[in-house]
């Protein structure tokens, strides 16, 4: 069972869209929206420490297995956007959900969830819960709000 959340582990991320990320008709392409949400879960994972180079350390991998995105408005190139991200599971893998608001308006743009499992470099096997260092990281920030303490 997951512990009681006190302190929810989100953060929000504004970006502008690049003219590269966009496709012929002027919107950004569709598979450019996944460099969003990884900037939004990097600088989520950075608030516990916890980022590819702390993984990478910590001896685990951990690759995207599966996701799921709705595309509700166009996002046109050179645009302002919110990127929300809040973890959502952590205990057998790490889900992800995000939304992109449009900076302006808040009017919601997409909506996604990344799924992520821990493999164990040494091994190079998939691992059926989340590894105790990660795990104590998240139990650390719903109980503190911060990974001090």
Known sequence: MEPEI???????????????DADPM????????FRFFEEAR???MDKIDYGYLA?????YMWPIIDTRVKYVKAIP???????HAKLTEW????????????????KR??????????????????CFASPKVFTDKIERWHQTGSIEG
């Open 6 to 20: 006190h302190f929810p582990l989100e953060t929000e991320v504004t970006l502008v869209t690049s003219f590269q």
């Open 26 to 33: 002027g919107v950004i392409y569709h598979g450019n929206y």
């Open 42 to 44: 990097r600088v989520l």
């Open 55 to 59: 993984m990478n350390v910590s001896g």
């Open 77 to 83: 190139f050179n645009h302002s956007i919110r990127v």
């Open 91 to 106: 205990e057998n893998r790490l889900r992800i959900d995000y939304v992109i608001y449009d900076e302006e308006s808040g």
């Open 109 to 126: 743009m997409c909506k996604a969830h990344t799924t992520q499992v821990a493999v164990s470099i040494k091994e190079q096997e998939m």
